[in-house]
Each structure stands twice: as structure tokens, then as C-alpha cells.
């Protein structure tokens, strides 16, 4: 089956550690997103990649980091400068041509305690 | 960057036609118009796309007015599993991922 596919789906992490949510996807897409999302609120980009060896970022970077080491996986890393790491993430793909639709994972939920 | 303004709720009976409109007063010409539908803790669903006029597919139809600065997304006789959050984008994903801003959505609660 072709999709995209996040994990673990829930992680629980002390506060003051990295910790790295994984994204991979068999859809060949050239480009990939993540995104965080809080109770209520609509998603925000975090980073993005248009092409492997290269990424960008979004909106609210800031305590994250990402690879993008082969075309299929984007993994992220949130990292302890990030000070509310506690959300919903969500993870995409697409081509990289235009008017395309993204492809979403399921989400990783992170509680950090 | 095109961005949009939605109703930020709305209620609906089930099996009536709901219709939820976008604005989008700085739509660029190479734009288009987007539709996601969130379930909770589930990643956003395509739903429908357009660059102008109608577009129909099995799940719903998106009207665009001439000048592009609205649209408005048809659901036909909504169900109980309809209630969810419906995003409008617009911009175009393969040319850069700031295009693809979700706003707060729309959330559509279908009521028995």
C-alpha cells in the first residue's frame, strides 16, 4: 500500500530530552512537511523539504531539527530549547510540481512530562 | 501568500446541504483553491480543488466566482461523520510549502 507513515503514535518524554518522530513515505513525492498542532488550532509549519539534502524552514522552527537523508524519510527531532513541545504533529507529502495535494501520516502525539 | 478567512464554526441538521465559503481577497493567478477536511487526532483529508468556476467529485462540489476571490465548498446531505474541520488553502503546493498555510478551519458539527 502507497501512504505515509508516522511513529510511534504516542510518545511520552521527559522534559529536557530530544526526541526524534519519525516520517516515512513510498509515494515518491519529492517534497515533505511537518507540522505541529495545538488543541483548537489549525497546523503550523515547522520545516519543510523540497528535495533530499535540502530543507527549509517554516513558521515556528525554533526547538526543532530535520534531515532529509533519503528522498523517502523526514524524520524530526524536538529538541529541548523547544519550550512547549507538547502537540499534535502531523507530517505530509507531495509532488513537487504544481497544484498538487498533500498526503498527511496520522500524527504523532507528544506529551512531554 | 493568498490568505483566507472562514466561518470559524457551523451547525447543520443531517441530510441538509451545507455550504462553507473562503475568502480570499489576494488570490495570485497561478493560485488554487483547496479543500481539507480533519477528523480529530487524524491528519487532514483532500477533499476538492478548483481554479475557477465548478468542480464536482463524489464528495463534494466547489463553486469559484469569476473573480476568484471567494469559493464556496458544497457538502450534500451531510451525516453524522461529516462533523469535522474543513480547511480552505490557497496557493499551490509544488511551488513552495508556506503555500500550504491551514488556517483555523472551520469546524462543522452535524447535528441528528
Known amino acids: 500500500d502507497g501512504g505515509i507513515t508516522q511513529s510511534p503514535k504516542y510518545l511520552f518524554r521527559k522534559e529536557g530530552q530530544n526526541v526524534t518522530l519519525s516520517c516515512e513515505q513510498n509515494l515518491n513525492h519529492d517534497a515533505m512537511y511537518w507540522y505541529r498542532q495545538d488543541p483548537g488550532q489549525g497546523l503550523r509549519l515547522i520545516y519543510y523539504s523540497q528535495i533530499v539534502n535540502d530543507f527549509q524552514k517554516g513558521d515556528i522552527a525554533e526547538g526543532y531539527s530535520v534531515s532529509r537523508e533519503k528522498k523517502e524519510s523526514f524524520p524530526l527531532t524536538v529538541t529541548s530549547a523547544q519550550k512547549n513541545p507538547t502537540a499534535f504533529y502531523l507530517c505530509?507529502?507531495?509532488?513537487?510540481?504544481?497544484?498538487?495535494?498533500?498526503?498527511f501520516g496520522q500524527g504523532t502525539r507528544l506529551t512531554v512530562v | 501568500l493568498a490568505k483566507t478567512t472562514q466561518p470559524i464554526s457551523m451547525d447543520s441538521y443531517e441530510g441538509q446541504e451545507v455550504n462553507i465559503t473562503c475568502s480570499h481577497n489576494?488570490?495570485?493567478?497561478?493560485?488554487?483553491i483547496t479543500w481539507y477536511q480533519q477528523f480529530p487526532s487524524q491528519g487532514p483529508r483532500f477533499i476538492i480543488q478548483?481554479?475557477?468556476t465548478k468542480v464536482t467529485n463524489e464528495v463534494a462540489s466547489l463553486f469559484i466566482p469569476a473573480d476568484r476571490k471567494s469559493s464556496t465548498l458544497s457538502l450534500p446531505r451531510v451525516s453524522l461523520s461529516d462533523t469535522a474541520v474543513y480547511y480552505c488553502?490557497?496557493?499551490?503546493?509544488?511551488?513552495?510549502?508556506?503555500?500550504?498555510?491551514f488556517g483555523t478551519g472551520t469546524r462543522l458539527t452535524v447535528i441528528p
Open positions: 488553502l490557497v496557493g499551490d503546493a509544488g511551488a513552495g510549502a508556506n503555500n500550504l498555510f
Open positions: 478548483g481554479y475557477k
Open positions: 505530509a507529502s507531495s509532488l513537487a510540481t504544481m497544484n498538487t495535494e498533500a498526503f
Open positions: 489576494n488570490i495570485a493567478t497561478n493560485d488554487y
